[in-house]
């Protein structure tokens, strides 16, 4: 449907912000899969670069959709049927997370309504081998189908989450007869494609949230310790509010978190995503009064008077503005997305800011950009996600009428630090020498954080980083330092735990591994009334 099409980013100005020409036909890539309504829900990076993208596509009985594009925009030929392929739930399926396994496998989540007659809908979980064919050892002929509500009920959902052991998240909400929970609803289904026994009461956890019937989650996030962040919607006080419930790792509500495992914001409000930072504070994109906004709360769920104002920033573009996605880049950066509607037309909106919650500037001029597409239609980013180099990818809809296809836009982002040592201090202070502003030992930006510190969890040593600090929790009765590896080469890393601060009183502790890509270090709590941890990072010998 879409041959040449013309696009925008309102405003002039260099990158960061600007479309990447370097993908697609003017940074923009689509993919139609019939003649009639085509969506984009959800984006996953893939190891090699790629890009996969899932939604539905309304040809026929209404199906599970997946592209899967090159780095440079192309549809992907060794993925399907030039670079689609399509599954069926039943009627009206809908798949809303896609995410790529460590073995190349793809995981697609959503729903399908499985009987005629307004009733039956139910998760669906579809599980496909890495040229997009159907993997028959999932389920039935790569397939699985979770009846939460019962026969005659319908079952929603608008998110998905694999855990680093593989085993997949679903979620959102469950209808149920009078006398039974709605509201939130989580599934876990183990690689296997079976419900994990050990996750609420057979592999399902439902949470009533507010008036009967008014809750649902619509994102999710993993803290390190493995707990689970749930965000969504509920209905108080004829207020429809956005909301975080935790979940330690058996599916059971964390009653510590908040008020008996609730925290309610107070914006009426949609929720557009949830994130954990590295230092276990929480983000949450809402839309709220026709304008986005991000709260950032502290990890005891209070919001954080260090970010915005009231821990709250708000983006306005001028129209009615909708925010369906969140992404956080290895600056701390805060990228929104979604889209605004002004006039008879909608255009990709897209904003960052800082780790303050600040409009950061060097971000298309002003923070915030409007992509409209072509000279008619409507574009709107349903997700985003950050490329390994910076660059920002955002995929969703676009189209005119009841046309519509799969958009995949990449814009331009900060230039990424080499993760060379040397190459490192080059970067941010122009020598590769371990001496002056450089120096391992110096603190730069005074921030309490040595350079070589910074360097090793991938910070900015020009900037105040305190904040961002992976910090030490209480899980299973172990103390818990856990951090992504961030690729830092040159250095090692190793931690230490101690009753007191006496210097010699520290034992090492060992580098479990934790999930892939990850630094995981416990310490067992038991009869210990006060344990301390600590990072110890070091140059790491020469070869």
């Not at 990709?348 to 923070?367: K, Y």
């Not at 890509?517 to 070091?538: C, D, I, S, Y």
């Amino acid at each position: 449907m879409l041959a040449a099409l013309g696009l925008a980013a309102s405003g002039a100005f260099a990158a960061p912000g600007a479309l990447d020409p370097a993908f697609a036909p003017g940074g923009a890539a689509f993919a139609d899969f019939s003649a009639g309504n085509d969506a984009g829900n959800a984006l996953a990076l893939q190891s090699d670069g790629k890009i996969l993208v899932a939604g539905v596509t309304t040809s026929g009985s209404w199906d599970y959709a997946v592209a899967r594009f090159l780095d440079n925009g192309q549809l992907d030929p060794g993925f399907g049927t030039g670079g689609i392929t399509t599954a069926n739930v039943g009627l009206f399926d809908a798949a809303v997370g896609v995410t790529e396994l460590a073995d190349g496998r793809i995981v697609v989540g959503g729903s399908g309504l499985l009987s005629e007659g307004g009733g039956n809908r139910d998760y669906a979980i579809a599980r496909f081998l890495p040229d997009g064919t159907p993997d028959s050892s999932f389920g039935s002929d790569g397939m699985v189908t979770v009846d939460i509500a019962g026969v005659g009920f319908n079952d929603h959902t608008y998110a998905m989450l694999v855990q680093p052991d593989g085993a997949i998240l679903l979620a959102g909400s469950g209808d149920g007869p009078i006398g039974e929970p709605s509201g939130f609803a989580i599934i876990r289904v183990t690689p296997a494609g079976v419900l994990d026994d050990s996750f609420g009461t057979g592999g399902i956890t439902r949470t009533e949230i507010g008036t009967r019937g008014s809750g649902e989650v619509r994102s999710l996030a993993l803290q390190a310790d493995g707990r689970i962040i749930a965000a969504g919607d509920a209905t108080f006080d004829n207020v429809h509010v956005s909301c975080l419930v935790r979940y330690d790792s058996n599916g059971s509500v964390d009653a510590g978190f908040g008020d008996s495992g609730l925290i309610r914001t107070q914006y009426p409000a949609r929720t557009g995503g949830v994130l954990v930072q590295p230092d276990g504070k929480f983000l949450l994109a809402l839309t709220t009064q026709q304008n986005f906004v991000v709260v950032r709360l502290q990890a005891n769920g209070l919001p954080d008077p260090g970010f915005g104002t009231g821990g709250a920033s708000g983006v306005d573009f001028g129209g009615i503005d909708t925010c369906h996605a969140m992404a956080l880049d290895a600056a701390g950066k805060v990228i929104l997305a979604g889209s605004s509607e002004s006039g008879s037309r909608k255009s990709i909106a897209l904003a960052r800011l800082t780790d303050t919650g600040a409009f950061d500037s060097t971000f298309s001029g002003v923070g915030a950009l409007l992509t409209p597409v072509g000279t008619s239609g409507d574009a709107e980013a349903m997700d985003v996600a950050v490329q390994p180099d910076g660059n920002i990818v955002v995929a969703g809809t676009y189209g005119i009428g009841t046309a519509r296809d799969f958009i995949v836009l990449r814009y331009e982002g900060d230039p990424r630090p080499p993760r060379d040592l040397a190459a490192w201090r080059e970067f941010y202070f122009g020598s590769p020498d371990n001496s002056g502003d450089g120096a391992d030992t110096f603190d730069f930006d005074r921030d309490g954080i040595p350079n070589l510190v910074e360097f090793a969890l991938g910070l900015d040593p020009t900037r105040d980083s305190s904040g961002r600090l992976p910090a030490p929790r209480l899980a299973n009765g172990q103390l818990v330092l856990s951090f992504a590896d961030p690729g830092a080469r040159g250095v090692t890393y190793a931690a230490e735990w101690s009753p007191s601060l006496g210097d010699d009183s520290w034992n090492g502790v060992a580098d479990t591994a934790g999930p892939s890509g990850q630094h995981h270090f416990a310490a067992p709590t038991a009869g210990q009334p006060t344990l301390l941890m600590r990072l110890v990072v070091e140059p790491a010998p020469s070869p």
